[in-house]
Structure formats: structure tokens, C-alpha cells
């Protein structure tokens, strides 16, 4: 098996989880840039708020996993 055809299976493997990180990662850098553009904010400010959708995307997806597991 060559390293593309790994590849095409990882990727058709885990689609879905990869388009859910994609549109989290999207969203949330999104609307922290449209955030700090109107309040005109520090720089360092920014990029931690940006670092901080780390625990954000964790924290949703084990809210979800609990969530699953309870219905």
C-alpha cells in the first residue's frame, strides 16, 4: 500500500470528524476575529483568545460525548 492510498483511506475513514474539526475551527476563528475587530483589542488578547478555542473544541466534543452517552 503506498502513502496516497493510506492517505485516501484515513481521510474516507474519519470524513466526518475531520469536516466537524474544519467547521469548528472555521466558526470560532470567525467570530473571534469579527470580536476583536470591533472592540479594537491588544494584540496579545487576540491570539489568546484564538489559542483558547483549543480547550473550547475539547470541551465541546466531550460535552457531545456525554451527552450521547446519556440519552
Same mark, same amino acid.
Given at each position: 500500500? *503506498? ?48 489559542? *483558547? ?9 466531550? *460535552? ?8
Amino acid at each position: 500500500m *503506498s502513502a496516497l492510498d493510506a492517505v485516501r483511506e484515513h481521510v474516507a475513514e474519519q470524513h466526518d470528524g475531520m469536516l466537524f474539526d474544519a467547521v469548528f475551527a472555521v466558526g470560532w476563528v470567525t467570530v473571534v476575529s469579527l470580536l476583536f475587530e470591533a472592540l479594537d483589542a491588544p494584540a496579545l488578547v487576540y491570539y489568546g483568545a484564538l489559542a *483558547s478555542g483549543v480547550v473550547a473544541y475539547f470541551g465541546f466534543v466531550y *460535552s457531545l460525548q456525554v451527552a450521547r452517552e446519556t440519552q
